[in-house]
C-alpha cells in the first residue's frame, strides 16, 4: 500500500504561495521561541496581511504529551483554528498533529492526548482536526509528508506516535532558504535523519515499488551535496537539495515507516539527550551489515548510491563518510559503550523494530548497539 495526499510546494520565491494556501481559513501558527527571535514569524504575519495569525511560539524540542497538551489549550482557548501552519523542524510539526488531534478529539477530556497513547483509546469516528500547512525549516524529519508525529512520555521517557491519516499535512511549504541559517550541527543530524529515513524504508518489510524509488533518489541527493553544504552553508542551491532529499525520504517512510535503526534510537534520546537525527544514525553500517546477511538484495539498493556494489563495501563506505562527518565524534559526546547502559528490551520498540526485514532480537540490537560505540 503507499497513500500520501500531501500536495507539495517547491517555493521560489519565499513566503509567497501561502495566502493562496490560506485560503482565508482562520489560522494559527505554531513554532519556536527562535522563530520569532529571528523574525520569521513576523516575516509570515506580513505574507499573511491583512489576515491576521494568532501565534504560539513556545514549542521546545522534543515536544511530550504534557508539552502539546498545554499548547493545545493555549491555542484553542483564544479561538478554534481551521487551519494550523507549523513553522520549524520535526518537533514543531509533531506538536502541530497533536493539537490538532487535540482540537477534534479532545474536545470533551482534556487528558484524552495521554490517555489515547497511554492507553490506546481510538479516534473518534467523527475525528475531523484542522487542516495542517507544514514550513520545515530543517532538511530531515519528512514529517512534513507523514501522518505520524513523535510524542514522548514525561512518565518514563518513553516514545509515542500519535497517527492517523487525516493527520497528514494538508500542504508542504518547501523554502530552502528557511534551512539555510541551521547551524552546521543541526543540518549533519538532519542530514543523517534523512540518510536513516532512506535506509530504513528499503530495509524494511513494508517496502513497494514506490518507497524504494523515493529512498534511492533521496540517499543519491543527500550523498552527492551534504559535504558541499556542510562546507559552505549559504549555499541555497545545496540547500535546496537536502530539503529535497529530506522531503523523498519523507515519502519513502510515509507508507511503512521506520525499522530498527529507528527503534534503537528512542532510549538515546530520552535518557542520553543524543539528537534523534545523531541517534538515529550512528547505528547505520551496523544494521547494514546485520540485514546484508539475509536481504544483500535490499542493502545493494543502497551500496548503488555509495558508489559500490556489495554489502561490507557499503558499510565500509558509510563508515568512512561518517568518520570524515565527526560522527563517532558527536556520539561520544552523549555516551561511550561503558556508560550506554540500557536494557536489551528497550532497543525493541513496537512498531518499528518489527518493520525491520530481518527479525531482531534484544540480543541482537544489544550486539549492533555495542559494535557501533567505542
Ligand atoms: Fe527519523
Known amino acids: 500500500m503507499f497513500y500520501n495526499p500531501v500536495r507539495v510546494h517547491f517555493a521560489s520565491d519565499g513566503l509567497s504561495d501561502l495566502p493562496g494556501l490560506l485560503r482565508g481559513r482562520s489560522a494559527t501558527l505554531i513554532t519556536t521561541p527562535g522563530m520569532n527571535t529571528r523574525g520569521v514569524v513576523e516575516s509570515v504575519q506580513r505574507a499573511c496581511a491583512p489576515q491576521r495569525l494568532f501565534v504560539y511560539a513556545d514549542v521546545q524540542p522534543n515536544p511530550t504529551i504534557a508539552a502539546i497538551t498545554i499548547a493545545a489549550e493555549a491555542i484553542l482557548d483564544s479561538e478554534y483554528p481551521e487551519l494550523l501552519i507549523a513553522l520549524g523542524g520535526g518537533s514543531t510539526i509533531d506538536t502541530a498533529k497533536g493539537v490538532a488531534a487535540i482540537a477534534s478529539a479532545g474536545k470533551s477530556s482534556k487528558d484524552w492526548l495521554s490517555t489515547h497513547l497511554r492507553k490506546k483509546t481510538p479516534f473518534p469516528d467523527d475525528f475531523a482536526p484542522p487542516a495542517i500547512i507544514a514550513i520545515p525549516t530543517t ?33 508542504a511549504l518547501l523554502i530552502p532558504e528557511l534551512t539555510a541559517t541551521s547551524p552546521p550541527d543541526l543540518t549533519l543530524f538532519s542530514a543523517l535523519d534523512t540518510i536513516s529515513h532512506c535506509m530504513e524504508s528499503i530495509w524494511n518489510r513494508g517496502a513497494t515499488a514506490i518507497s524504494d524509488v523515493f529512498a534511492v533518489a533521496g540517499l543519491k541527493r543527500s550523498f552527492s551535496v551534504l559535504d558541499g553544504v556542510l562546507e559552505k552553508p549559504a549555499d541555497l542551491g545545496g540547500r535546496r537539495i537536502l530539503q529535497e532529499a529530506a522531503l523523498l525520504g519523507g515519502f519513502a517512510i510515509s507508507s511503512n515507516a521506520t525499522a530498527l535503526a529507528h527503534s534503537m534510537s528512542y532510549p538515546f534520546t530520552s535518557r542520553f539527550g543524543m539528537p534523534h537525527g545523531l541517534a538515529c544514525s550512528f547505528t547505520l553500517p551496523e544494521v547494514m551489515r546485520f540485514n546484508g546477511e539475509q536481504a544483500p538484495e535490499r542493502v545493494r539498493l543502497i551500496a548503488d548510491t555509495l558508489g559500490v556494489a556489495g554489502v561490507e563495501d557499503a558499510a565500509r563506505r558509510l563508515e568512512s563518510l561518517f568518520l570524515r562527518w565527526d560522527v563517532p565524534e558527536h556520539v561520544r559526546k552523549y555516551v561511550t559503550r561503558e556508560s550506554a547502559t540500557l536494557p536489551k528490551e528497550s532497543l525493541l520498540t513496537p512498531g518499528r523494530a518489527n518493520n525491520n526485514i530481518r527479525p531482531v532480537t534484544a540480543d541482537d540490537a544489544l550486539g549492533i548497539i555495542n559494535r557501533s560505540l567505542s
Open 139 to 171: 532538511a530531515g524529519t519528512g514529517s512534513e509528508v507523514t501522518m505520524w508525529g513523535t510524542v514522548w512520555d514525561e512518565a518514563d521517557g518513553s516514545k509515542h506516535s500519535i497517527s492517523h491519516p487525516l493527520l497528514f499535512p494538508e500542504a
